[in-house]
């Protein structure tokens, strides 16, 4: 059973960087064909695809995002993480890891962490 858990803080004040980590168990992230997602879901709205890095360690970005986010992995302790630059109250949300398989279906959830960006 492969299980994914957030952590990070939940509080960021503006024009800070926001930086998250998913610590995935009972699978390896290099393991072929997943991709580890980050996905967020702000107050009222639907879930917002952010980004992947995929078992190779390739990435790919929201083109809205893509700007402000980078995604990093440290293999030695299946880990992946966010970075999102230059945040502002919009960036408040739940902020979720996934992970996806080569067909496209998101098999598995981290539970979300509620990130708010306030002074």
Do not use: H
């Amino acid at each position: 059973q492969v299980q994914l858990q957030e952590s990070g803080p939940g509080l960021v004040k503006p024009s800070q960087t926001l930086s998250l980590t998913c610590t995935v168990s009972g699978g390896s992230i290099t393991t072929r064909y997943y991709g580890w997602m980050w996905i967020r879901q702000p107050p009222g709205k639907g879930l917002e695809w952010m980004g992947v890095i995929v078992y190779d360690g390739s990435t790919y970005y929201s083109p809205s995002l893509k700007s402000r986010t980078s995604i990093s992995r440290d293999t030695s302790k299946n880990q992946f993480s966010l970075q999102l630059s230059s945040v502002t109250p919009e960036d408040t949300a739940v902020y979720y890891c996934a992970r996806a398989t080569d067909s496209g279906a998101y098999d598995y959830w981290g539970q979300g962490t509620q990130v708010t960006v306030s002074s």
